[in-house]
């Protein structure tokens, strides 16, 4: 985690990604939908313990941003 983010180069590289016709799609009847495919990874890494339930787990903006950014392209991933 970098700054309760991600670095710039990893913003940098979602944004390449993340492109319409690509990794996601739209239509009026369907809004957004990206490409459905399974992946056991850990898109990240940090040096803080964010657990569960506990006060630090407010400061943990890493995750939701991943599971947002990667779930909108339709990457379920496992062990976020």
Known sequence: MWNFGI???????????VQPGYTFSFSP??????????AGIRAYSRGGAYP????????D????????????IGLRTSGL
């Open 7 to 17: 670095p710039y180069r990893l913003k940098q590289y979602l944004d390449i990604i």
């Open 29 to 38: 009847q369907e809004g957004y939908k990206g490409c459905s495919w399974e």
């Open 52 to 59: 569960k339930g506990s006060a630090e787990e407010a400061f």
């Open 61 to 72: 903006l890493q995750t939701k941003y991943f599971q947002l950014a990667l779930g909108f």
